[in-house]
């Protein structure tokens, strides 16, 4: 094997991880033949750095930031409807607020699934595929109706998979002493199956609080990890 595989080996390691143990690692490769089950385990180790940084990702921080604004933005335009909107409770106008909500919220599901880190149980690993699955076809389903298709029985079956999922996900989280932010989540989920001129506002406030939750985490990393995981 070439001298230089095992240094792009370590390339796929995230740029922090690199400043801390690269040197070290590419030293103890440097003279090493790499066979298949060493390239696993480097590849391995690379995806659980990405999984698991040293310090807390801004994207699901940001994600969750957006998604409740968005959310906050498509109850205010039901709300003001001088009639309760049909089912599924859409509008054309207020659709794009729905899917570049729905868009951030599955990035934020993401970053609230890797706060479990390795704990994250049965129970965390079914919430989190019911979610993802959930909201990506949910996803998938509105822009399918911004673009004029049928889309009503989908987009409510989606939503609910979605919903009960990011409820299950925050059932996980406080099994594993986050109680604030499990309990919020579970809210989300609950109040995203409510009826839309309820269900929306209940939706955006609870993902309001997580956003902030997640923002004050980011804040406070060494409380994140010990203080603050059995607070909230």
Not at 121 to 148: D, N, P
């Amino acid at each position: 094997m070439s001298g230089g595989t095992p240094q792009r080996l370590t390339t796929l390691y995230p740029r922090a991880w690199r400043a801390r143990y690269g040197e070290e690692l590419d030293a103890l490769l440097e003279d090493t033949q790499l066979g298949l089950r060493e390239r696993i385990d480097l590849i391995r180790g690379a995806i659980d750095a990405h999984l698991h940084p040293f310090e807390p990702s801004l994207v699901p921080v940001l994600a969750a930031l957006s998604g409740s604004a968005l959310a906050t933005s498509h109850a205010l335009v039901i709300a003001a409807q001088p009639t309760p909107t049909d089912w599924p409770g859409y509008l054309d106008d207020a659709l794009p607020l729905a899917i570049g909500a729905v868009a951030a919220l599955l990035a934020a599901i993401v970053g609230l699934w890797l706060k479990l880190g390795d704990a994250d149980g049965g129970i965390g690993r079914i919430g989190f595929v019911l979610a993802v699955t959930g909201h990506a076809v949910w996803l998938t389903a509105l822009v399918a109706a911004a673009m004029h298709a049928a889309y009503g029985p989908l987009t409510a079956a989606a939503a609910t998979v979605a919903m009960s999922g990011t409820a299950i996900l925050g059932i996980a989280l406080v099994g594993r002493s986050r109680l604030l932010l499990g309990g919020l989540l579970a809210m989300a989920g609950l109040a995203g199956i409510s009826p839309p001129m309820l269900g929306w506002p209940l939706f955006a406030a609870a993902w309001t609080a997580i956003a902030f939750r997640l923002a004050l985490d980011r804040a406070r990393p060494a409380a994140g990890d010990g203080g603050a995981r059995r607070a909230g």
